[in-house]
């Protein structure tokens, strides 16, 4: 197991540090994984396995930069138009979506959503108080791999996942965000 990446949590609370190590780990440990998005319930993304934002795995499984690792490859983007920002707005979409026909047809609360397409693969899973996990799988992942690795995530996230917790993760996205546009750095 490599180590997890500690880039954007400098300052954050032992439970957002944790958080993010939660969300590393998913990402290197599960095969087929192309990008992940933690979502608030009011569809703010909170965390993100995007390279480009704040919170992202750095380095590959085999500990290559992740910037020299997507070199190699061809240019097409690893997610939805290669941002988690964007699996963001889909994940709260689709959350929204199939909340709204649990109440349609009376089944109770959505535990988790897939969908299989030909190229890839979108997994949608409650956490806790409308906070929604969503992941990009590539076309050759194990979806019941993925699922269960998801599960493990949302048990051990759902608990710390307070507001205040999403409170911070989000002032630091923000924040981050902010200084990348500036140029500054922290």
Same mark, same amino acid.
């Given at each position: ?5 500690? $880039?954007?949590? $400098? ?9 993010h190590w939660l969300?590393?780990?998913? &990402?290197?440990?599960? %095969?087929? @994984? ?21 919170h992202a795995r ?6 290559? %930069?992740?910037?020299?690792?997507? *070199? ?50 979108? $997994? &949608?899973?409650? @956490? ?6 969503? &992941? ?6 194990d979806m019941s &791999? ?6 493990? $995530? ?9 507001? *205040?917790?999403?409170? *911070?993760?989000?002032?630091?996205? *923000? ?12």
């Amino acid at each position: 197991m490599t180590a997890p990446s500690t $880039f954007g949590t $400098f300052g954050l609370s032992r439970e957002a540090r944790n958080l993010h190590w939660l969300l590393t780990n998913l &990402v290197e440990e599960v %095969p087929g @994984i192309q990008s992940v998005a933690v979502v608030s319930s009011d569809g703010l993304l909170l965390l993100s396995s995007d390279a480009g934002l704040p919170h992202a795995r750095t380095t590959s499984r085999g500990g290559t %930069p992740i910037a020299a690792a997507r *070199e190699v490859q061809d240019d097409k983007p690893t997610g939805p138009r290669g941002s988690s920002a964007d699996l963001a707005t889909i994940v709260s979409g689709i959350g929204s979506l199939t909340i709204g026909a649990a109440k349609l047809m009376d089944s109770g609360p959505v535990k988790h959503t897939m969908v299989a397409m030909d190229e890839g693969s979108l $997994f &949608v899973m409650s @956490i806790s108080d409308g906070s929604l996990l969503g &992941v990009h799988g590539s076309a050759d992942c194990d979806m019941s &791999v993925v699922a269960y690795h998801m599960a493990l $995530f949302v048990g051990r996230a759902g608990h710390v996942l307070t507001p *205040e917790l999403r409170s *911070e993760l989000r002032q630091s996205l *923000e924040n981050d965000l902010e200084s990348k546009a500036t140029g500054s750095t922290r």
